[in-house]
């Protein structure tokens, strides 16, 4: 069974920091593009990081110099560190593992909450 796991969230101040996990069991996400989305309250969800395989990244410009995404296979784990969090940072954070091979074949997680207060 395919199991994506978030862990992370939490409540911070404005100008602070988390960091977000997506660990996975059952897949190896050595050969999965991972990718954290958010959907903040009322709002659509939006892409906010990507990681590829051979661990090249790109970020949504909202973000952009604030959020960084990495992976770590030995452990099976993809990180969001997420600094100078603003209020309109607040969302459900999930992530999504894409197999490189065929796209159809993916899987999400159940997601986290941030809430950034000002």
């Known amino acids: 069974q395919v199991q994506l796991v978030e862990s992370g969230g939490g409540l911070v101040q404005a100008g602070g920091s988390l960091r977000l996990s997506c660990a996975a069991s059952?897949?190896?996400?050595?050969?999965?593009?991972v990718e954290w989305y958010r959907q903040p309250p009322g709002k659509q969800r939006e892409l906010v990081a990507t990681i590829t395989t051979r661990g090249a990244t790109r970020y949504a410009d909202s973000v952009k110099g604030r959020f960084t995404i990495s992976r770590d296979n030995a452990k099976n784990t993809v990180y969001l560190q997420m600094d100078s969090l603003k209020p309109e940072d607040t969302a459900v954070y999930c992530c999504?593992?894409?197999?490189?091979?065929?796209?159809?074949?993916?899987?999400w997680g159940q997601g986290t909450q941030v809430t950034v207060s000002s």
């Open positions: 999504n593992a894409q197999y490189v091979w065929n796209s159809s074949t993916n899987y």
């Open positions: 059952g897949i190896g996400l050595g050969t999965y593009i």
